[in-house]
């Protein structure tokens, strides 16, 4: 069978040679030596000042809301993982959707201003499958109308935008370290904040508020990694670079071999070092789509409709139309992309889409 991803393990006996740290020094959580040391060298491989690693992708874009959406209007992408919206919901504020672009399938930018009311406290936008956001434009946007500017960073593991790593950007940025991620500590995720007052109140929330074991600086929530997990993050990071470079050798094989009169592939954004992340097909209808999944099944090829469905049509929001994403959410499947996935595979999932397009 040949799922949509296939999480990278590294050799278990490099995973259990760190696990038994976590057992010599009978620590298991609270921001042990494990956790410590991923983070020290997350910052050094990624050439970032700041990273709070969490429990997962989907806490600290609570943690994110909560202390800059403030109960507000969140201006925000429906073509993302289900997570954006949720938080927004979760977090009591209400998301304001603005359509995406069709070719980079972020949030357009030229269409924020205008969703802009009173209400409006933030804009979360998701650089979808490690595809920057116009991060400029969002910017200056933000700066004029006084909003905080938080990015969905889940796909982005590193990816550079023009030379530095795309979690620099918006006030906060988050990632997933979840199993089917590219860098992944089974579950876990990280938070990124380069202002030093921001990051501090980040910083507590995420240790139940506290300032030390009697005192608490304010209201806060439990999104810590177990060392457990860390050990994991610790074990994968010597191989990222072979995972990045495995996965491309995979999109340039379908770049090479899918016919791209037939179907649309997704436009990287200028200025940008990717990381291979997913590899997206938008079809020219969700017949094709359907029939085009129907073969690669029989063949127990699994690709994913990711993101399907749109997220304005969710049914615990209230639905505004989003012509592009509604179109685009329907036509769009994710391909097997995975460290190890055979040339001749690779050969068999590309004939089936061709000959079905
Ligand atoms: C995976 C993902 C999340 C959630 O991350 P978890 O670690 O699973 O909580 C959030 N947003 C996007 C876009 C994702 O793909």
Sequence with gaps: MINVTQTFLPPQSEYNNL???????????NRGQLTLEL??????????????????????????LKLLGKGGEIITTPFSYVATTSAIVWEHCEPVFVDIHPEYLTIDETKIEAAITPKTTAI???HVFGNPCHVEAIEAIAKKHNLKVIYDAAHSFGVEYKNQSLFNFGDVSTCS?????????????????????LFHKLYYSHNFGHNGPLDFHGLGINAKISELQSAMGLAVLPYIDTILAERKKVVDFYNDNLNSSKLQTLNI???????????????DSEETLLKVQKALNEKQIFPRRYFYPSLNT????KNTEMPISESISKRVMCLPLYVGLKTEDLETITSIINQNI
Excluded: M
């Design 19 to 29: 696990v038994k740290r976590a057992w010599d020094s009978l620590w298991l959580t």
């Design 124 to 126: 979360l936008a998701t």
């Design 39 to 64: 983070e020290n060298k997350l910052k050094e491989k990624l050439n970032i000042d700041s990273i709070l690693i969490t429990n997962n992708g989907t806490v600290p874009l609570q943690i994110a």
């Design 269 to 283: 954004r200028e200025h940008t070092k990717w990381n291979y992340s997913y590899y997206p097909i938008i079809l």
């Design 177 to 197: 370290f979840h199993a089917t991620k590219l860098f992944h500590t089974g579950e876990g995720g990280a938070l990124f904040c380069k202002d030093k007052d």
């Design 314 to 317: 969710v049914n615990f929001i």
